[in-house]
Structures are given as structure tokens and as C-alpha cells.
């Protein structure tokens, strides 16, 4: 563990001397939210929604583009071929990274939420704050090793798009942009599958004083172990490619 949170330090201080970079993916999803959620944040409970909603995006664009993007670009840099002639397991590097995920997460997610909260009539009871907290960085892990998977699958050219159209699709499909009972039927049929809207539900239970739902727990860590298998996978592949 200590390995893990050297890895955390590092690429935490890396990323954090990249101001543009880690700024702009904290601003964009506050931004999303301003045009499409504030407009429909009526009254308390879907104002509170809606931000959640928003928070939920914001989680996963930090898991697509700082890590996903970011981690096909670094497969090519000279410390990145550096690190890989460390003795370490790859469970070690991937631990420090989504603990990195988290921490972005959270800076970003606590964005989206300070700004509904003053600029919307969304409400948050200090009660309700430990259980969010467990959810949102619960859900942050499938979304994490689905950017580690992206990162060491694809070259920088591809990551990119490809990392856009998941974030796009997931982020409208899962019920994030609009709310699940207004989506066109052909996708509302599909929508209960994807690991945005079980990541969705986990969060909207809280601000509507509901019991947790065992499906989406289960969900999230069926795709959990399915994105860590392709980020492994994947990992191995290019190490294969790269250092044999």
C-alpha cells in the first residue's frame, strides 16, 4: 500500500503542475451544468437531482480524459518507460492512479455541488453527506480502470474521440443530461444496463431518502471487474509489445 500511495503522490504533483490541463476538466462539467441543468432546476428535490446528476459527470470525465487520454499519452513519454523497469505489479500502479481519480473526482464533483447549492434551491443535509460521499467515490472506480482500460488500449490519436463519444453517450444515455423517464424508448430500454445510470441511481437514493438498491451496487462491481480485466489486459498487452 505504501507503493500505492507513492504512485498517488506522484501522479497527483504531476497533474497539479499542469494547471491548464486539470482546470479546464474541473470547469467543463460546472459549465455543463449551468446550460443544461440549472434551466430545469425547478424546485428542491430536482434541483438536487440535477446537480448530482452533474457531480455523477463530472466523476467520469475525470476518469475518461485525465486518465484515460492522459495515460495513452503517457505510454510514450521517457518516465513512463522509466517507471515500467520498476519492480512493481501493475495492481500497485493502478491502486495509485485511482486514488488519484478519486482525489480529482472529488475536487470536481465538490464543484458542481457548491454550485448548485448556491445557485439553485438544491439541498444537501449534513446526514446525507456521508452516504453521497461512499457513493460517489464508490462509483468512481468502474469509471477509473474504464479510463486505465481506454489509456493502455488506444494510441493518443484515438483515445481522445473515442473517450469523448463514451462520455457523450454514457453521459445522455445513463439519464445524467435529462432524467431516465424522459428518455426516447429504444434507449430508455437499454438505459438501466449502462454504469452511468446504476452509478445515477446510487446517488439520486440518497437525496431522495431511499434504501440503497442492491442492482446497482452489483452492477458497478460486475463493470468494476470487466474494465479492470480490459485495463490489465491491456497493461500486459503493451508491456508485451514494449519490454519483451
Known sequence: MKLAL?????????????????VASLLFPALFFLILGLPN??????????????????VIGIAFFQFGV????????????????????PLTRFTGRILTAMFFAFVAGGLVIMLGLLVSPARITSSQCIPLGIALLAGCIPFSLLGL?????????????????????????????IPPQ????????ISPYLPTRQYGELVWSVVL??????????GLLLYSLFFGAMALWGYKRDEGKKYS
Open 6 to 22: 507513492a504512485y498517488f503522490q506522484a501522479e497527483t504533483l504531476q497533474l497539479l503542475r499542469i494547471p491548464f490541463v486539470f
Open 41 to 58: 432546476a425547478h424546485d428542491s428535490i430536482t434541483a438536487t437531482a440535477i446537480t448530482l446528476s452533474f457531480t455523477v459527470y463530472a
Open 70 to 89: 492522459g495515460i495513452a499519452a503517457d505510454r510514450f513519454s521517457l518516465w513512463e518507460q522509466f517507471l515500467r523497469t520498476l519492480p512493481v505489479v
Open 149 to 177: 482500460a481506454i489509456g493502455y488500449w488506444l494510441t493518443p490519436q484515438a483515445a481522445l474521440p473515442v473517450a469523448n463519444i463514451l462520455y457523450f453517450v454514457f453521459g445522455y444515455c445513463g439519464g445524467l443530461w
Open 182 to 189: 424522459y428518455l426516447p424508448s429504444f434507449i430508455a430500454a
Open 209 to 218: 431518502n431511499r434504501p440503497w438498491p442492491a442492482s446497482p451496487w452489483f
